[in-house]
């Protein structure tokens, strides 16, 4: 019974882990637009980010209808959410704010602004605290790339 139980235990796992299968949302998909230019303003590392997840959107061969011009502009800020009995920060909080215009021919489609936030622990090793500000940093720009990006699959839907 013992053994018995074992092999289904270990079937089941070996299921579980080759039948899934992960897949990033918008990488690997074709679409029918093109994202033609892509102006950015702001934190050059925020736009880094956002501007290499934006031009790995591609248009299936040419037989894209649509071309659009993205306007972005982005800005980073970080604030002292608590302190500790000594009066040292213990929270931090990184706020990233973004406006984005979608325009097609000129036309101004949409224009949205929206803000991200990530409350995080202080580290007593700076180093590490720095590594754990860009990893925050890498994540919300990617949230702002994957918002601008569904927001132009709404708007090619429509």
Do not use: H, W
């Amino acid at each position: 019974m013992n053994k018995f139980v074992k092999v289904i235990i270990f079937s089941l796992l070996i299921c579980v882990a080759t039948a899934c299968s992960y897949d990033p949302i918008f990488l690997n998909k074709n679409y029918e637009f093109k994202i033609e230019e892509i102006a950015l303003n702001g934190n050059k590392e925020i736009n880094s980010i956002i501007k290499r997840n934006l031009n790995m959107v591609k248009a299936d061969n040419e037989s894209y209808k649509k071309k659009y011009y993205i306007n972005v502009n982005t800005t980073k800020e970080k604030k002292i959410i608590s302190k500790d009995s000594e009066g040292d920060p213990s929270k931090f909080e990184i706020s990233i704010t973004t406006v984005y215009e979608i325009l097609d021919n000129q036309k101004l489609l949409l224009n949205r602004k929206f803000e991200n936030k990530n409350i995080y622990n202080n580290e007593s090793d700076k180093f590490k605290l720095e590594q754990s500000e860009k990893i925050i940093i890498e994540n919300l720009s990617e949230k702002i790339s994957d918002t601008i990006i569904s927001s132009i699959i709404n708007l090619n839907d429509n």
